[in-house]
């Protein structure tokens, strides 16, 4: 059920950018060109909107975890952009050889990125990306997490199913700028998952 939901959301954002294209005559660029990941204008107009509605209609938990890939400006006053652009290459393929399909991985500028879980609560995204750490050592990067629950919705003060995606994203970078200036890995029981949007 949940590969057929992601095969029609795939298929609906192709129609999309068929429709864009014939009707503005302008080719829409889906994807950052240097890494894969998606652009983020893209992510924002087209894709975030499917998944929030989605989590919202079925009530299941949404997950943001922004990544800092650190070192990138020494390898790239060190050895080069080419190089810089060749580790940005390969931290994206790893993304996404651990991700599953239906996990959206967005480059929010240089060297940041932004993972969207649909269906995943932050304990599941934080242990697949500490799996990723402990798996590639050769790539460091700081991570980030937010939550969206679905019984958050019910709080006297919030709409039905109100999901405030650009919250939940600055929350996330907050907590990767704390982790990078604490140099230190995050560990599941200190991630703070009540944070009220």
């Known amino acids: 059920m949940k590969n ?16 864009y294209v014939l009707r503005f005559g302008t080719v829409v660029i889906v994807r950052d060109i ?30 943001v975890c922004v990544l800092d890939l650190d070192g990138l400006k020494t390898v790239n006053d060190t050895q080069g952009h080419l190089a810089g652009d060749g580790l940005l290459k ?7 050889r651990y991700c599953r399909r239906t996990d959206l991985i967005v480059r929010l500028g240089g060297d940041e990125f932004m993972i969207l879980f649909s269906e995943t609560t932050v304990v599941a995204a934080q242990s697949l990306i500490k799996r990723i750490q402990e798996d590639n ?13 679905p019984e958050w919705s019910q709080l006297p003060h919030k709409a039905e199913g109100w999901i405030d995606l650009d919250r939940l994203i600055r929350e996330a970078d907050e907590r990767m700028y704390e982790e990078k200036r604490s140099h230190k890995k995050p560990a599941v029981e200190e991630v703070a998952t009540d944070v009220l949007l």
């Open 90 to 96: 390969e931290f994206v393929y790893k993304l996404m």
């Open 34 to 63: 240097s890494t894969g990941a998606y652009r983020r204008d893209w992510f924002m107009k087209q894709l975030a909107p499917i998944e929030i509605e989605r989590a919202r209609r079925h009530k299941h938990p949404l997950s």
């Open 4 to 19: 057929d939901s992601a095969f029609i959301t795939r298929i609906k954002q192709f129609w999309f950018a068929v429709v």
């Open 137 to 149: 050592p050769d790539i460091k990067f700081s991570a980030g997490f937010a939550c969206w629950f």
